[in-house]
């Protein structure tokens, strides 16, 4: 890929990408070797979660279709090679964090994509892009799931904080971009609307009655998880990406 075009995104936003039985066969060893090594950069790279994490679904049987959207992610890495996160010693000591998904968006069956980035200060410290277990039959009940992943991401974080730093433990902020959601999350009423949902995702409601959890709305243009569920147009995913906190660690001040 040395002698390959650098590019701005690592996934184009019309691009789908499904387990099909036409089109050319690939060598399967190549392909899991890099995922591999793109599984190994997110350490450090939110920016790649969907793109790698859309990709690792395909390595039983991977097709040219594949291969070639491994390249564009190649050549974005190859472009972007000095980007990384840094960690402020004053942005503050407190977790907050964001979800959201997309509902329906690449998948053949139907189920959506979470997405959950946790903050330490100012700090991202812990990400992930996940497919959703069980069909949605709404993006508020899609929402509902994602916002449950990110509740026990959460508690974990708040305890292990806790016995770090020897501080009590304080609820986490949650912050999710549909009303709706947040309104099935706090209001027992609304159970006939999602008496369908397993029960099991109704966990995030009793983090919010024991205050464990706080959930709050925040504007669709400032969701920083929404990177991690989808392919973003050009412009949207630079500001997005600028947005999560990652920068071309050769121009910026450490502070």
């Not at 859309?54 to 279709?65: A, D, H, K, T």
Request: glycine share 6%.
């Amino acid at each position: 890929m040395i002698d390959y075009n650098e590019t701005l995104i690592p996934m184009d936003p019309g691009t789908r990408l499904t387990k099909v039985t036409e089109g050319t066969m690939v060598n399967s060893t190549e392909y899991r070797s890099l995922i591999g090594c793109l599984r190994y950069l997110l350490h450090t790279r939110p920016d790649l979660s969907y793109s790698v994490g859309l990709l690792s679904r395909f390595m039983q049987e991977p097709r040219e279709q594949h291969m070639k959207a491994i390249r564009q992610v190649l050549r974005y890495v190859k472009g972007t090679k000095d980007y990384g996160i840094t960690y402020k010693h004053n942005g503050g000591n407190k977790i907050h964090g964001f979800s959201d998904s997309s509902y329906g968006v690449n998948t053949q069956e139907g189920k959506g994509t979470t997405g959950i980035i946790f903050y330490y200060g100012e700090s991202p410290i812990s990400w992930s892009t996940q497919k959703q277990a069980t069909v949605a039959l709404s993006s508020c009940e899609s929402e509902f799931i994602a916002a449950t992943a990110a509740a026990t991401q959460a508690l974990w974080l708040k305890r292990l904080l806790s016995k770090l730093t020897h501080s009590q433990e304080e609820k986490v902020t949650i912050q999710v971009d549909n009303k709706s959601a947040i309104a099935l999350m706090k209001n027992p009423v609304f159970h006939g609307r999602s008496k369908h949902i397993d029960t099991k995702y109704h966990f995030i409601r009793e983090c919010v009655e024991k205050e464990d959890i706080q959930v709050e709305f925040i504007n669709g243009e400032y969701q920083k998880a929404d990177i991690l569920t989808k392919a973003l147009p050009k412009i949207k995913f630079l500001t997005m990406r600028q947005l999560i906190g990652l920068k071309d660690l050769r121009h910026s001040v450490c502070d």
